[in-house]
T-cell receptor, first 116, second 112 residues
């Protein structure tokens, strides 16, 4: 199970920290990722992280502004988002695995709205 | 990035009939480990994406056998046989062979 939280309304240039609480699987053994979906649009990977947190990758649009991290002791995944732009407005989902990703079937994601 | 192109983008289907969605990638999806990481997702309104098929043709647990995936290299197909009302939604192909993983534009399946 994956439960996202931390979204909200923020002004351009602001920051937000998203969280994803994992349960019912061995979190510390999986690559994890954040995927977003702008309103009425398709799906886009944002970042991924390896099981022990030592390797991260970002798409170009998030490099230098977003930081993905994890706390395996707390079974939690995070996304620190700084210098937010209007185009970052989206529902953000966390997913288990990156090559064959799995989302929580009951997950709603967390909505981030960047607007003045 | 690998570009995933789906067709059609809109697919009206009659209940009980079959439907096919095509997905093409801009480069081969065969990974150096020999696997082809092509997945299919279904997204119903207001819900998160649900994976139906992984690695081209492997159906996820709980997915009806009406759903099947096929293809190789750069050309892939999702087939839904005997479409039911619950199959309405948007279907995405997604490649995980190369980072960043990329999704197709989505195909909206609706009942005629």
């Amino acid at each position: 199970q994956l439960v996202e939280s931390g979204g909200g309304l923020v002004q351009p240039g602001g920051s937000l920290r998203l969280s994803c609480a994992a349960s019912k699987f061995t979190f510390s053994t999986y690559w994890m990722s954040w995927v977003r979906q702008a309103p009425g649009r398709g799906l886009e990977f944002v970042a991924n992280i390896n099981p022990d947190g030592s390797e991260t990758s970002y798409v170009d649009s998030s490099k230098g502004r977003f930081t993905i991290s994890r706390d395996n002791a707390k079974n939690s995944l995070y996304l620190q988002m700084n210098s937010l732009r209007v185009e970052d407005t989206a529902v953000y989902y966390c997913a288990r695995r990156i090559m064959t990703p799995l989302f929580d079937p009951r997950g709603q994601g967390t909505l981030v709205i960047v607007s003045s | 990035d690998v570009v995933m192109t789906q067709s059609p983008l809109s697919l009206p289907v009659t209940l009980g009939q079959s439907a096919s969605i095509s997905c093409r990638s801009s480069q081969s999806l065969v990974h150096r480990d020999g696997n082809t990481y092509l997945n299919w997702f279904q997204q119903r309104p207001g819900q998160s994406p649900r994976r139906l098929i992984y690695k081209v043709s492997n159906r996820d647990s709980g997915v009806p056998d009406r759903f099947s995936g096929s293809g190789s290299g750069t050309d892939f197909t999702l087939k839904i046989s005997r479409v039911e009302a619950e199959d309405v939604g948007v279907y995405y192909c997604m490649q995980g062979t190369q980072w960043p993983g990329t999704f197709g534009q989505g195909t909206k399946v609706e009942i005629k």
